[in-house]
Each structure stands twice: as C-alpha cells, then as structure tokens.
C-alpha cells in the first residue's frame, strides 16, 4: 500500500511534465502540418507551374552503372545559363530529405535563382529514404555533381566547385561526399537539419553520421554550416550537433526549410 502511495505521489508531481510535454507535442505536430499545407502544398504547385512555363528543366537522367545495377535519379536545371566566358561559377546543387522531392526546398531555389550567373539544380532521389541504399545515393550525387561540371565548362565557364545545399538525409549525403568522399567537385554544404552525428553506430545511418561528424571535426577549413530546428520530431539532438557550426533556428523539422531565418543565413553563406 505505502509503495502504491509512493507511486500515485510521484504520478501527481509529474503530471504538469507530462501535460507540458504532451501540448509541446501537438504544438510540433501543428507546426510541421502547416508547413505541409502551406508551403509544400504550394511549393508543389509552383513546381508544375515553372516547369509548364521552362523556368525548371529537365536537364538529364542521372545515370552510374554499380557493379550490376543500374542507378538512376533525374537532375533538373532552375532559370537560364547567362554568364561571361572564362566567368567564375559556382553551381547550387539542391537535395531533398527522406520522401521528399525537390519541389520541397523550391522557395529556397527560387529566393536564390537571379539573372543565370549563379546557376542551381536540384536532384530527385528515386530512393533517398531507403537507409540500405545510402553508398548508392551518395554516388549518384557525385555523378549529378560531376555531369554539373560538365555543363558549366561546356559553356566555357570557369568551374569553381558546387555548393550543396541539402535538407535531413540530402544533408547527410552531401556531407558525406564532402567530407568523407572527398569530392572534386562539391566544395561547400549549407546542411539543413542534417543527421551529422551520432553517439552510436547501430545502423548505416548512424554509422555514417557518425563517420561524418568525425570528418567535419578534421576539416575545418572547409566551408561548411549546419541549420538545426530547436525542436525536432525526426532526428535526436545528439544527430543534429556538430561543433561550432550550427545555427538554431525556431521551428520543426520541417517547417525550418520555410522560416525567414533559414533564408537569410543561406543568403549569407552562398554570397
């Protein structure tokens, strides 16, 4: 009876934890609804529309031949090609999350996109959720990276690396070919809500992460910022964590690809 009291005692002391917790919860979950409702929603919107009117192309199947199997993602190209010969350019590469598409990080494309000087793709990952396929969507990076190359110096710029702008698992592939692959052609990421970290290696995820963080750590000269929701349902904050470079915006996992903040510090980082 006396342990039955001790419970009940420490069930009434926590109920305003538990209640806080619990509408802290609807609030995320409220936030990241919204977010889909009203800035994904559009988003997909804008993305028919802009490829009805030519301003996003398809610019190329994206194609690396893996032992016996064949990958595939499609490259899409935002506005037009307009600068000089011999011009110093330096593409945006966008890659979307787990489920996502990149019509999901197109306010960003499109906030950034001006008069073709700065050029910026986006590349659609078949399989972009499937953990086992992680070394395969990193290698169809590179190769989307590398056919990019191919079209800046086709048109006789001067190639100055890619900066990748990634959002959840896109983040977590760009780093890896950064960081880990030590890509020629993809020479800064601006990582939203990226898994870059891990305190455990249980599963590829996590031992990529991992693996990642431990390459930030050892390159730190290279251009490089993590945007990381203060609050996020998806990932746990130990994965979001790399020293020294992030950034802590005021929203959800999702939601943070639509906040004011994330814009303005991309702005920075890419001028």
């Keep these: 009876m006396l342990l039955f009291n001790h419970v009940n005692e420490a069930v009434v002391y926590r109920i305003p934890e538990m209640v806080a917790g619990f509408t802290l919860l609807v609030k995320d979950y409220s936030e990241e609804l919204f977010a889909t409702l009203f800035n994904v929603m559009p988003n997909a ?9 030519g301003r996003i192309e398809f610019n190329r199947k994206v194609v690396v031949i893996d032992g016996k199997k064949e990958l595939r993602a499609d490259l899409f ?4 090609l307009n600068f000089s010969e011999g011009e110093a350019i330096s593409p945006l590469l966008f890659v979307h999350g787990d489920y996502g598409h990149p019509f999901t990080l197109l306010n960003l494309a499109n906030d950034l996109s001006g008069d073709g000087r700065r050029p910026i793709f986006s590349l659609y990952l078949y399989h972009c959720a499937d953990n086992d396929r992680l070394a395969e969507n990193s290698k169809l990076i ?8 191919q079209v800046i110096v086709g048109r006789h ?11 959840s698992k896109g983040a977590t592939l ?7 692959q030590k890509s020629a052609t993809i020479q800064r990421l601006f990582s939203i809500a990226g898994r870059l970290n891990s305190s455990k290696e249980g599963t590829p995820l ?7 963080n431990m390459a930030i750590r050892a390159a730190p000269s290279i251009q490089f910022c993590q945007v990381t929701p203060r609050r996020d349902e998806m990932i746990p904050q ?12 005021n ?9 004011e903040e994330t814009m303005t510090q991309l702005r920075r980082f890419v001028q």
Aim: aromatic share 8%; hydrophobic share 40%; with cysteine.
């Design 174 to 180: 760009l780093a890896d070919q950064l960081f880990c």
């Design 77 to 80: 190209f935002h506005g037009k």
């Design 45 to 53: 919107a804008a993305w028919v529309a802009q490829r009805g009117q």
């Design 238 to 249: 130990v994965g979001l964590q790399v020293e020294g470079k992030t950034v802590e915006v």
């Design 157 to 167: 710029g001067r190639f100055e690396g890619i900066t990748g702008v990634g959002h």
């Design 142 to 149: 590179q190769k989307a990276a590398e056919e990019i190359k």
């Design 251 to 259: 929203a959800c996992h999702l939601s943070v690809l639509y906040s």
């Design 206 to 212: 996590e031992s990529l992460a991992k693996r990642i």
